[in-house]
Structure formats: structure tokens, C-alpha cells
């Protein structure tokens, strides 16, 4: 790739990257205020719940304006403790998200030296010009942007069709109960039992949903351990046949490289649910010294991968995980012939040894 060509990839990631920083600190400040609300919405909320309790004890004497405007102020009590946890979670979702973005930016910063016209490229910075030399910096920018809008049109759709909607069931749960008080104490009981069905359901939605986006486990426990969880899960959500087989070091490398890796496995087993048509996945992690490979294999139907693999295609995800993989020095090989499955080896070099006990 030309000096100029690696200049205005630098200078693009540089703004990209501090526009990254910016957006993390005015969403810190939401999160910090949204936090703050939902402690006060709690407190409100445990209040309440005391005076329900006392009115309970007392049923039969308190006159029945308290008990309905008791009950009332609890349900909008608990309604709002509800919606503003989920927006708090959405909050510290989006905070991770830029977190982990701004965390990517910087590391293609640092794997291409920040070097100027004419200086040497160092280390990764070699295999970025590789992946960039045919097409530019400025597109392969644009591809990874457009990888990321995809992704967050992704994100936005499954809020909108899930927990959005479930909020919105929610809401209108809740005003059915509440008409339901007067005129018939003893469906408004059977309402308020859905009503706390809805809730849960949705809290547990909500919760897969944040482990999707970001296991906290793959911070603290790493790459093997995430893996193992996130495979068993993905096979009882696909109902598709995955074994999965880990050889090697059970041990921890970069942080970096740990979110690539996990997320390389999210791509390919992503791919082979929404694409193969397969009933049977195998899932191979091997750790070693210097590098971690993963492997996904599917007796799906197969497809053309040098179709696939060009950018703007349905199978975006793969080229731009070939060109992350790369900026890392690492590679993506992918071997299919349509009608006869597909495998895919990702392959990511890895740094100092940290063996786990």
C-alpha cells in the first residue's frame, strides 16, 4: 500500500478514535445519572412495598380509596423501577460497546506504529498493508464502518422486536390491572400474576440479550471457560447438533485477542445457523504458545467463498473478520463447496503465557 494510502487510514482511525473517546465520556455521565435515578426509584419503590404490607395486614379496615391509590402508586412504582433499569442495562450495554470499540481503534493505532509517511510499519502493521494494499486505507475503513452499522442495525432490531415489545405489553398489562381493581378484585389478581410472568420473561430476555453483546465472563474467567458456555447455550438455542473439542493451554493472553477470538467464534457459528441449513456443528479450540485456532465445521450446504467473501455481500461479517484477524497478524481460511459444508479456521498469534491454575 502507498505511504499516502496508510496516511489517511491513520488519520481516519486517529478522528474515528477520538470521536470514540468523546462519546464514552458523555455516555459515562448517562450512566452515572441514569444510576442515580434508578437508586431513588428503588428506595420509592421499597417504600411503597412497606406501606402495601402495613395496608395488608390491615385489609379489612383501611377504607378502600387507600387501598386502590396504594396499590396504584405501587404499580407505577414498580413500572418505572422496571423501564429505568432496562434503559440503565441498555446504558452500560452501549457504554461496553464504545468501550470495546474505542479499545479496537486503538489497538489498529498502535499495530500500525502511528507511523508517518516514509517510516517503517512495524510488527501487525505489516499485515494490515497486506489486507489494505488491494483496496486502500479509506475502504477498508469504510468496510469496517459499515460493518459496525450493520452490526448496531442488528442490535437496534432485536431491542425493537424483544424487550421493546415486551416493555410495551408490560405497560399495557399493568393499565388492564388497574381498571380491573374496582370492577373485579379477582381478575386483577389473575392480570398482576401475568404481569409479573411479562416481567420476568423480559428481564431474562433482557439479560441474554447484555451476554450476547458482551459475557462478563470472558473478562474474568477468559477465552476457554466463555467458549464452553457460550457453545452449550448456542446449542440450545439453535437446536443444532455442536460439539464442541478444546486441546492445548487453558490459559490467558491479551485482552484484545481474547474479544477477537470469542467474537471470531460468534461470527462463524452465527454464519453456519443463519446460512448452512446443517444439522450437526464442530466447534476445535486449541491454545498453544503463540497462537489460538479456532475451527468450525458444519454439514450444511455450503456456498461460494470467493463470493462471499467480497466486501458488501450477505457474508459481510466473514470479510471483515478476515481483515480483523489480519490487522492482528493473524488469518481466515475458509474451505466450502456448495452442497458439502463448510470450515472455517480462524487462526490469532498470542502473546505472553499466563497458565491457569
Same mark, same amino acid.
Given at each position: 500500500?502507498?505511504?499516502? @494510502?496508510?496516511?489517511? $487510514?491513520?488519520?481516519?482511525?486517529?478522528?474515528?478514535?477520538?470521536?470514540? !473517546?468523546?462519546?464514552?465520556?458523555?455516555?459515562?455521565?448517562?450512566? =452515572?445519572?441514569?444510576?442515580?435515578?434508578?437508586?431513588?426509584?428503588?428506595?420509592?419503590?421499597?417504600?411503597?412495598?412497606?406501606?402495601?404490607?402495613?395496608?395488608?395486614?390491615?385489609?379489612?379496615?383501611?377504607?378502600?380509596?387507600?387501598?386502590?391509590?396504594?396499590?396504584?402508586?405501587?404499580?407505577?412504582?414498580? !413500572?418505572? $423501577?422496571?423501564?429505568?433499569?432496562?434503559?440503565?442495562?441498555?446504558?452500560?450495554?452501549?457504554?461496553?460497546?464504545?468501550?470495546?470499540?474505542?479499545?479496537?481503534?486503538?489497538?489498529?493505532?498502535?499495530?500500525?506504529?502511528?507511523?508517518?509517511?516514509?517510516?517503517?510499519?512495524? %510488527?501487525?502493521?505489516?499485515?494490515?498493508?497486506?489486507?489494505?494494499?488491494?483496496?486502500?486505507?479509506?475502504?477498508?475503513?469504510?468496510?469496517?464502518?459499515?460493518?459496525?452499522?450493520?452490526?448496531?442495525?442488528?442490535?437496534?432490531?432485536?431491542? &425493537?422486536?424483544?424487550?421493546? !415489545?415486551?416493555?410495551?405489553?408490560?405497560?399495557?398489562?399493568?393499565?388492564?390491572?388497574?381498571?380491573?381493581?374496582?370492577?373485579? #378484585?379477582?381478575?386483577?389478581?389473575?392480570?398482576?400474576?401475568?404481569?409479573?410472568?411479562?416481567? /420476568?420473561?423480559?428481564?431474562?430476555?433482557?439479560?441474554?440479550?447484555? /451476554?450476547?453483546?458482551? #459475557?462478563?465472563?470472558?473478562?474474568?474467567?477468559?477465552?476457554?471457560?466463555?467458549?464452553?458456555?457460550?457453545?452449550?447455550?448456542?446449542?440450545?438455542?439453535?437446536?443444532?447438533?455442536?460439539? $464442541?473439542?478444546?486441546? %492445548?493451554? =487453558?490459559?490467558?493472553?491479551?485482552? &484484545?485477542?481474547?474479544?477477537?477470538?470469542?467474537?471470531? *467464534?460468534?461470527?462463524?457459528?452465527?454464519?453456519?445457523?443463519? &446460512?448452512?441449513?446443517?444439522?450437526?456443528?464442530?466447534? /476445535?479450540?486449541?491454545?498453544?504458545?503463540?497462537?489460538?485456532?479456532? /475451527?468450525?465445521?458444519?454439514?450444511?450446504?455450503?456456498?461460494?467463498?470467493?463470493?462471499?467473501?467480497?466486501?458488501?455481500?450477505? &457474508? *459481510?461479517?466473514?470479510?471483515?473478520?478476515?481483515?480483523?484477524?489480519?490487522?492482528? @497478524? @493473524?488469518?481466515?481460511?475458509?474451505?466450502?463447496?456448495?452442497?458439502?459444508?463448510?470450515?472455517?479456521?480462524? =487462526?490469532?498469534?498470542?502473546?505472553?503465557?499466563?497458565?491457569?491454575?
Amino acid at each position: 500500500m502507498a505511504n499516502n @494510502g496508510l496516511q489517511e $487510514l491513520l488519520d481516519l482511525t486517529r478522528e474515528e478514535y477520538e470521536r470514540t !473517546q468523546r462519546e464514552v465520556r458523555e455516555m459515562a455521565l448517562l450512566v =452515572e445519572q441514569s444510576r442515580g435515578e434508578v437508586d431513588k426509584l428503588a428506595q420509592r419503590n421499597a417504600t411503597i412495598n412497606s406501606h402495601l404490607r402495613q395496608l395488608q395486614q390491615n385489609f379489612d379496615t383501611v377504607p378502600r380509596n387507600d387501598i386502590k391509590s396504594t396499590y396504584d402508586a405501587a404499580l407505577d412504582a414498580q !413500572q418505572r $423501577l422496571f423501564t429505568m433499569r432496562g434503559q440503565l442495562e441498555k446504558l452500560q450495554s452501549d457504554q461496553n460497546s464504545l468501550d470495546r470499540y474505542a479499545k479496537y481503534l486503538n489497538t489498529v493505532l498502535e499495530s500500525l506504529g502511528n507511523a508517518a509517511p516514509g517510516a517503517a510499519v512495524p %510488527g501487525a502493521a505489516g499485515a494490515a498493508m497486506g489486507a489494505a494494499g488491494n483496496v486502500g486505507g479509506s475502504d477498508l475503513i469504510a468496510r469496517i464502518i459499515d460493518a459496525q452499522e450493520a452490526e448496531r442495525q442488528r442490535i437496534s432490531k432485536t431491542m &425493537h422486536d424483544g424487550p421493546a !415489545q415486551s416493555l410495551t405489553n408490560f405497560v399495557l398489562q399493568a393499565e388492564i390491572v388497574q381498571r380491573l381493581f374496582d370492577s373485579n #378484585p379477582e381478575r386483577a389478581r389473575v392480570e398482576l400474576q401475568n404481569l409479573k410472568t411479562t416481567a /420476568t420473561t423480559t428481564f431474562q430476555r433482557v439479560r441474554e440479550f447484555i /451476554t450476547e453483546l458482551r #459475557p462478563m465472563m470472558l473478562d474474568d474467567l477468559g477465552l476457554v471457560p466463555t467458549v464452553r458456555r457460550y457453545v452449550k447455550g448456542f446449542e440450545e438455542k439453535s437446536e443444532i447438533q455442536t460439539t $464442541l473439542t478444546i486441546t %492445548g493451554d =487453558e490459559r490467558r493472553f491479551e485482552p &484484545h485477542r481474547e474479544v477477537m477470538a470469542f467474537r471470531g *467464534i460468534q461470527e462463524l457459528l452465527s454464519n453456519a445457523r443463519l &446460512h448452512s441449513q446443517s444439522s450437526q456443528i464442530r466447534v /476445535t479450540l486449541d491454545v498453544d504458545d503463540t497462537r489460538v485456532r479456532m /475451527t468450525v465445521e458444519d454439514n450444511g450446504k455450503g456456498f461460494d467463498v470467493a463470493a462471499a467473501l467480497v466486501p458488501g455481500q450477505k &457474508h *459481510i461479517g466473514l470479510s471483515t473478520l478476515k481483515e480483523k484477524a489480519e490487522l492482528l @497478524g @493473524g488469518q481466515l481460511q475458509v474451505d466450502s463447496t456448495p452442497g458439502q459444508g463448510t470450515r472455517a479456521t480462524l =487462526e490469532i498469534p498470542v502473546g505472553s503465557v499466563n497458565a491457569l491454575m
